[in-house]
Nanobody, 122 residues
């Protein structure tokens, strides 16, 4: 498994931007598809974005399309989530996760970070 540590969360006003980063340990980072998930209080963890091993393909959930982008740097073992035009409903704990299989369901991801809080004020 790969160890993951997120950073970059914080408090931002609606319409603002944040860039989350996720640092991965291990020499096999490029073997993993990397995903971002979020969990708001009282809600289930939901899929936000996923990026292929090479970074050539990304998938985002409909609610963030046009506002969020996901990218990775395999040379640095890093994955990023750029979040623009943030809305109060984006408030959640954001997690990065690693998977060796195709899919967006949380149970397909074998390694998880500890999460970083994103709070968007109205």
């Amino acid at each position: 498994q790969v160890q993951l540590v997120e950073a970059g969360g914080g408090l931002v006003q609606a319409g603002g931007s944040l860039r989350l980063s996720c640092a991965a340990s291990g020499r096999t980072f490029s073997s993993y598809r990397m995903g971002w998930f979020r969990q708001a209080p009282g809600k289930e963890r939901e899929f936000v974005a996923v990026i292929s091993r090479s970074g050539s393909t990304t998938v985002l959930t409909d609610s963030v399309k046009g506002r969020f982008t996901v990218s990775r740097d395999n040379a640095k073992n890093m994955v990023y989530l750029q979040m623009n035009s943030l809305k109060p409903e984006d408030t959640a704990v954001y997690y990065c996760a690693a998977s060796v299989v195709v899919g967006t369901a949380p149970n397909l991801f074998e390694s998880w970070g500890q999460g970083t809080q994103v709070t968007v004020s109205s």
